[in-house]
Structure formats: structure tokens, C-alpha cells
């Protein structure tokens, strides 16, 4: 699977209760407004690369990561990992979120899908949903307290280069698949 991520610099869009969701040809997607801010984000799923990269203009990432959890979607987090980044940071950054991150937060009550989504740079996109802002609070907070695993190396994970928090304007979300536990 495959997404594309078109960020826009206000929080309402004019157009059709659609705008993002339903392009043809997509799995689903949504669109997100930052909380307190002008910011934005549509980010739309896709079945291949070729797909994704018809839409134009808009940066085309893999989905590396998928993971399912029953919170609904009304909010979500953004964190951003800029690239370029090496191979072997980007592995330490998956290897973290699949295996320590991601068993750490599935489960709190109001935590919703993931989506860890990677560029050809190794930028990374990871989409959190939850049904509060709250809930997004204390997946930030089990995050924060996690100890590394064994063979992790602190130097290879220098965080996020920005962590945004949006409202959930409109979600059609495609079913997360590959979640490892």
C-alpha cells in the first residue's frame, strides 16, 4: 500500500464533504486540521506506486507499518521524520515503533489505527488516530517511558523533526494490515 500526502496552510478546504476520501481509485484517506492552527493535511491510501503517483503533485510514501486498535478517529498525531535519513536510522526508527512503541500504546483505551508511512529518502510519516486529545496525551506519555530494547541504539533514534496534533476532519481509513502482533 501506498499514500500521498498534499499538507495545505488553512484548517477548512472549500469543495465537496468528499475532498480526500474517495479519490478514484483510492483505498480511502483522510483529512486532518491542526488544533489551534492553519496548518493541514490530506493524506489518501493507494493499492500500488503507480497509483499514487498519478494524483500528482504530492509526495509518495510506502506504508512500512500498519497497526489496528478500536479508538475512533477524531483526532490524530502527526510525527514527521525528515529526510534524508540513513538506512540504518531509518531501521533502528522501525524497528522502535513496530516492536517497542507500538505494543506500548495498541492498547490504551481511545487509541486508534497507526500508519508508519516512508519515503524514497527515508522520511517518515507516523499517523497515530485516537478518539481524544487526551488519549493522545497518554500515548505520548507511554512513548516517553519505554525503555530501549536490547541491540537498540539510543544515538540511532534522534527523535522527530515535528510532532503536530490535528483534528480528524473526515476519515475513510483503509483497514490496517501486517500488524505484527
Known sequence: MYATVHQFRRSFRDGGEDWGTSRPGSLGGCVLAEIAGAAGAEITFWPDRDSAA???????????????????????????FAGPRRQEVADAGARAGRDRIWPA?????????????????????????????????AVQRAVMTTELLPGE?????????????????????PTPVGDPR
Open 153 to 173: 541504539d539510543e544515538a540511532l533514534l534522534p527523535g522527530p523533526d515535528r510532532v503536530d496534533v490535528h483534528r480528524v476532519l473526515q476519515a475513510n481509513l
Open 54 to 80: 498519478a494524483c500528482g503533485g504530492s509526495a509518495v510514501y510506502q506504508v512500512a507499518f500498519t497497526g489496528a486498535a478500536p479508538g475512533e478517529p477524531r483526532f490524530a498525531q502527526a510525527t514527521w
Open 105 to 137: 500504546v495498541r492498547e490504551l483505551r481511545g487509541a486508534g489505527n497507526c500508519y508508519a508511512l516512508v519515503g524514497e529518502d527515508n522520511a517518515c510519516l507516523v499517523l497515530g488516530f485516537a478518539d481524544s486529545v487526551e488519549t493522545i496525551e
